[in-house]
């Protein structure tokens, strides 16, 4: 009879054996856990396995929580494996078990890595923000725990070539390659994600990115497959007696373990190539056999563990380490673990701050909390005056021909410089020449400013879905900005450089002087560059401009805002740039907040108002002391008046003031006047002055009845020979939207918001779309009854100034899209999404037609997503009361409701019927922010739902989708196509919104 124990692995009174039945289960075993390693690194599979599971047994198992567990199982089984190693040497020297311990090694780590990776690094920072620091030292004994037992294996490698008695009975040449490969698999792996998978594992599409990483290393990967089948079954052929064919190994043999390894090739690639993110069937067998195989294999390990010799063992003394030598595991020990605390260990005292910190952030003066940016007040961006039109500023564009310069690094875009801090010697890093005036550019590509470089319609080929490093080079001089050295020397000016928009991270440097850094791709940004001026001299400059693009699933796209969606990624500078030059004492901005608003007409067009005015005033280096006479801040509020439609879209709003008697404005309270300080206060260059004002025979703004207002403020200062130092103006207007139970009311009367997403965008310009082409787009939306508009980011600021004007209500998005635990922990730890926000809300604080601040799309998160909307919702209380925030909630099915505590309404994407019926937490009105058939039973249930105060259709113009995640970009969807061209449901849609709107006022 043959032997039916393949190994056997004997000591004094207990053993361990593995019969050749048991093969099976261990192949099926390595299957199950790629298969179940595919659906845990990804928090949304395993959302939509859980769901199922919740329908049908009505069990709930969170993903944080299942991972915890199975990490717990792993730590068990290597603590397990360590002991009875330390025991015996041959439980580990038995091919199966150190193979198994290895494997199970590789899964402990990557399920450690799903579970806290962030920054490039293995952190405790889930851990750390959710359960605070005791988890720290537990951290610490299962990192040494593992350690410990990597540091064995490597020790029993010599042991073979020893130590004759410690042999099991399996083919020695065999036991040993199996231990040698099962070392480099674990290695590899290790170093994988130390440099490689950590920045992988971690995102909700984390399959789709495990297929790109598969095709990069696929020879690796499917050698590592190929092996672990291959392997096994080359054992169970070699030590069990088959029919006659196969009896002779030596001339089989060589074509029995290549069958194997192109079978498990064609299994993996199956598993692989499958898109498990939108075809979890794939997987449903693997779960299934995971099932099947682990519970006799349970059964098993219990049945052949000597319990009781295992608990005496434990209450020995010390270790029987005779063979191992205690100084060489002590430093093998102590050196896997110091080069793995260097990745894997988190700070003992708080979160590591080890990235690119963010630049805007608010700061308390004067009673007054206000956003800074590069050490300067975040400014306002409206259009202003110049010179010629009365006015007190000078404007000096940078848009045009620039010189320019890219390193393409395709998907694997990204400098490791540019998420660092900007130290000295990463400053040194950077500038490697090309920011100097000595550098030659004669050679470099000519490029226009602002443009998206990398659009797929592009020119030059080479540019097209580019990601990198791109530089930029543009000259200019005093001359051109209207000013002299003279008056630099002499502190009468200050000089900023202002981007509208570039995406992503962008450095700037002066004549070779840095200047400052921005991080985001949507949002305006500033420097003073003042100071740099005055001290280089000279009338001719160079500004050099650094940017890294970021992009979709890039290095260190968990980082990024966003780092990965399904719309094209423009990049480099896409929106204008601009010098403003204002005297030294200057108003900074002027924002406007309506604390109450009183109807006193039917529909609400008119009435009173209550008033707060900010107006933040730079006074640098005591400029005002040395002037004869007080400063002081005069304000006037006075109607705008279109005449046409084409004065409408005119930049230059100041020149339609409505000068009649009979409609301005009635001060009931509050002066328009009040002298100022001559320095600024609390250690700042700053000063704010509230006022608060009561008016009367205010026209408000509707989407109906869009009224427009001018607030003007001038800095004079008496004995001047101007009539006032500083002139700046803002459009304004009155409007109160809030919410009141389930109703959501414009100016106190119910209003339906009848909306379409969009996207910034048009062909041949990509994201750099002219005014034309803005204007155009709201008036094709407008014409079919849309009165809001909402897009994932902040859009080019003429969007909103002519949505004032036309009544087009719009929702704007910090672009926190698709993030999930993970992702919002890096954004929250390194303040991206909340500097993002700040940016977004006080750029366009004065705009009327901003309902909504929104912020995340889709994240599929809840507790950390609870804490970050409470976060949000916070400091949106705390700057801007007077809009009402939310967040694009994905299917709710997906998730539970508690995240809408926090808020006062439910915005969300496709919202089903079942899901609002189940739910107890819904009794609030209900914005769909994304919905996508006009003739679906979905949009039946809204309809018919008094709750639903408002539908955004997706999308309202065909946009340059990535939809599917593969990279294959094309125009997609819209009400409108990429040409403008009206689809076939366009006149439905008009008459659905017009009814819908029809009591709006």
Same mark, same amino acid.
């Given at each position: $009879?043959? @032997?039916?124990?393949?190994?056997?692995?004997? @000591?004094?009174?207990?053993?361990?054996?593995?019969?050749?039945?048991q093969f099976p289960y261990l192949i099926s075993l390595w299957f199950s856990l790629t298969g179940l390693l595919l659906i845990l690194t990804s928090e949304m599979q395993w959302g939509t396995i859980n769901n199922e599971i919740k329908n049908l047994f009505g069990a709930d198992l969170d993903y944080v929580s299942l991972l915890i567990g199975i990490i717990t199982g792993f730590t068990l089984y290597l603590g397990v494996m360590l002991v009875l190693g330390l025991r015996s040497r041959r439980i580990l020297h038995n091919p199966i078990n150190l193979f198994l311990t290895t494997l199970i090694s590789i899964f402990f780590v990557f399920f450690l890595t799903t579970l806290v990776s962030v920054n490039m690094r293995v952190r405790l920072d889930y851990i750390w923000f959710s359960a605070g620091q005791s988890h720290f030292w537990m951290y610490l004994a299962v990192l040494a725990l593992y350690t410990l037992?990597?540091?064995?294996?490597?020790? !029993?490698?010599?042991?073979?070539?020893?130590?004759k008695e410690s042999k099991p009975k399996g083919h020695p040449k065999l036991v040993f390659i199996t231990l040698l490969v099962s070392l480099a698999i674990g290695i590899y792996t290790l170093t994988s994600l130390l440099t490689v998978f950590s920045r992988n594992f971690v995102f909700w599409n984390n399959?789709?990115?495990?297929h790109q990483y598969v095709e990069g290393f696929k020879f690796l990967y499917y050698l590592f497959g190929g092996f672990v089948v291959g392997w096994a079954a080359y054992l169970f052929i070699l030590k069990k007696k088959v029919t006659e064919p196969l009896t002779n190994i030596k001339k089989f043999g060589v074509l029995i373990f290549p069958t194997f390894i192109i079978l498990s090739i064609a299994l993996i690639g199956f598993v692989i190539q499958t898109n498990i993110g939108y075809g979890l069937q794939a997987v449903y067998p693997l779960i299934i056999i995971a099932v099947i195989c682990l519970i006799p294999l349970t059964f098993y390990s219990i049945k052949t563990l000597n319990i009781h010799l295992f608990l005496e063992f434990l209450t020995k003394k010390h270790f029987p380490m005779k063979k191992v030598k205690r100084r060489s595991l002590g430093i093998i020990s102590l050196l896997l673990f110091s080069i793995f605390s260097v990745f894997l260990v988190p700070s003992i005292v708080s979160a590591p701050d080890v990235d690119l910190p963010a630049v805007t952030k608010l700061q308390y003066v004067n009673s007054t909390y206000v956003p800074f940016q590069n050490n300067i007040m975040y400014p306002a961006f409206d259009f202003q005056p110049?010179?010629?039109?009365?006015?007190?500023?000078? +404007?000096?564009?940078?848009?045009?021909?620039?010189k320019f310069?890219?390193?393409?690094?395709?998907?694997w875009s990204g400098s490791d410089l540019s998420l660092k801090p900007r130290s000295a010697k990463i400053l040194a890093q950077m500038a490697t020449g090309w920011e100097s005036t000595d550098c030659d550019d004669s050679s470099w590509d000519n490029i226009t400013v602002p443009s998206a470089f990398n659009r797929m319609d592009h020119p030059i080929v080479s540019y097209r879905d580019a990601q990198g490093i791109c530089y930029y080079r543009r000259n200019f001089s005093l001359t051109d900005l209207g000013i002299s050295e003279a008056h630099l020397v002499a502190n009468n000016v200050t000089v900023f450089l202002k981007f509208l928009a570039a995406n992503y991270i962008t450095d700037v440097w002066l004549d070779g002087e840095y200047v400052g850094y921005h991080e985001g791709g949507f949002n305006s940004f500033c420097f003073d560059v003042t100071s740099i001026l005055q001290t280089l001299g000279g009338n001719s400059h160079l500004l050099a401009v650094r940017i890294d693009t970021g992009g979709w699933s890039t290095k260190f796209f968990t980082k990024l805002v966003p780092g990965f969606a399904d719309w094209f990624n423009y990049a480099g500078l896409v929106e204008d740039v601009y010098i403003e030059v204002t005297p030294r004492c200057s108003v900074v901005r002027a924002d406007i907040q309506v604390t109450q608003l009183i109807p006193k007409s039917d529909p609400p067009h008119n009435g009173s108002v209550d008033l707060n005015i900010d107006v933040c005033v730079n006074i640098p280096n005591n400029a005002l002391v040395n002037h004869s006479g007080p400063a002081s801040l005069n304000l006037s509020i006075s109607p705008l008046a279109f005449p046409n439609q084409s004065t409408m879209f005119n930049n230059t709003y100041w020149y339609y003031v409505n000068k009649s008697i009979e409609v301005q404005p009635d001060i009931i309270s509050g002066a328009l006047q009040r002298n100022i300080l001559s320095t600024g206060v609390e @250690?700042?260059?700053?000063?704010?002055?509230? +006022?608060?004002? @009561?008016?009367?025979?205010?026209?408000f703004w509707t989407n109906k009845q869009p009224s427009l207002y001018m607030l003007e403020v001038n800095l004079s200062i008496s004995g001047n020979n101007t009539p006032f130092f500083d002139r700046f103006l803002s459009q304004i207007g009155f409007r109160e939207i809030k919410v009141n139970g389930t109703q959501l009311l414009l100016n106190g009367a119910p209003t339906f918001l009848a909306g379409n997403n969009i996207h910034q965008e048009a062909p041949g310009m990509g994201r750099t779309v002219t005014a034309d082409r803005i204007r155009d787009d709201l008036l094709l939306l407008k014409n079919i009854s849309t009165n809001i508009i909402r897009c994932h980011y902040t859009l080019d600021r003429l969007y909103y100034l002519y949505g004032d004007r036309l009544g087009l209500a719009f929702w704007e998005e910090v672009p926190v899209y698709w993030f999930n635990d993970v992702t919002l922990l890096?954004?929250?730890?390194?303040?991206?999404? !909340?500097? $993002?926000?700040?940016e977004m809300v006080y750029r366009d604080i004065n705009r009327?037609?901003?309902?909504?601040?929104?912020?995340?799309n889709e994240p599929w998160s809840e507790d950390l997503l609870s804490k970050y909307l409470k976060d949000f919702r916070d400091l949106q209380e705390l700057i801007d009361p007077t809009r009402i925030l939310g967040y694009a909630s994905p299917i709710l099915s997906m998730l539970r409701v508690p995240p809408f505590v926090h808020l006062e309404m439910v915005t969300a994407n496709y919202l089903e019927e079942s899901d609002y019926l189940s739910s107890d937490s819904l009794n609030k009105p209900i914005l769909i922010t994304e919905y996508g058939n006009l003739f679906d039973e979905r949009t039946d249930f809204y309809l018919t739902n008094p709750q639903v105060i408002g539908l955004i259709h997706w999308i309202g113009i065909a946009y340059f989708s990535n939809y599917h995640l593969d990279f294959n970009y094309h125009w997609s969807g819209g009400m409108f196509d990429k040409d403008r061209i009206p689809q076939a449901d366009v006149p439905f849609m008009q008459e659905l919104y017009e009814n819908l709107t029809i009591n709006n006022p």
């Open positions: $009879m043959p @032997s039916k124990n393949l190994f056997k692995a004997e @000591s004094r009174n207990w053993q361990i054996s593995i019969k050749i039945s037992a990597l540091a064995i294996l490597l020790l !029993k490698v010599p042991s073979f070539f020893k130590e399959t789709f990115i495990l110049d010179f010629s039109e009365n006015g007190t500023r000078n +404007f000096y564009s940078l848009n045009g021909e620039w310069d890219f390193q393409n690094s395709g998907i @250690s700042t260059d700053y000063a704010i002055y509230r +006022f608060t004002l @009561s008016l009367d025979n205010v026209s890096e954004a929250m730890t390194r303040g991206t999404a !909340k500097s $993002m926000f700040l009327p037609s901003i309902f909504f601040w929104s912020a995340a």
